[in-house]
């Protein structure tokens, strides 16, 4: 199971930091971790991804240089670090697992988080 949290309200050029934390699985070193948003009326679009051991990481195009995925495996835990978010960075972002090795935007994940609501004001 995936718990996503650390969403909110916050103001354009500001920060949030998301977490995924995982329980009763260990997504070790046969899983690969992403983050996908969906805002309203829109598809749900992967926005980033990262193996187990951190040396393979995918970002979508509008939100590289401002967002940073991250792994704690001791924790079991995967987090995003927002920087500089927009408006347009409006969503509802949700944690995955996918037991590949390696991944990219299209690949189809296996177990997913509910969401976590984040929502950049202007």
């Known amino acids: 199971q995936l718990q996503a949290s650390g969403g909110g309200l916050v103001q354009a050029g500001g920060s949030l930091r998301l977490s995924c934390a995982a329980s009763?699985?260990?997504?070790?070193?046969?899983?690969?971790m992403g983050w996908f948003r969906q805002a309203p009326g829109k598809e749900r679009e992967s926005v980033v991804g990262?193996?187990?051991?951190?040396?393979?990481?995918y970002y979508t195009d509008s939100v590289k240089g401002r967002f940073t995925i991250s792994r704690d495996n001791a924790k079991n835990t995967v987090y995003l670090q927002m920087n500089s978010l927009k408006p347009e960075d409006t969503a509802v972002y949700y944690c995955?697992?996918?037991?590949?090795?390696?991944?990219?935007?299209?690949?189809?994940?296996?177990?997913w988080g509910q969401g976590t609501q984040v929502t950049v004001s202007s």
């Open positions: 990262i193996s187990w051991s951190g040396n393979k990481v």
């Open positions: 009763g699985r260990t997504f070790n070193s046969l899983w690969f």
């Open positions: 995955a697992a996918a037991r590949v090795t390696i991944a990219a935007p299209t690949t189809a994940y296996d177990h």
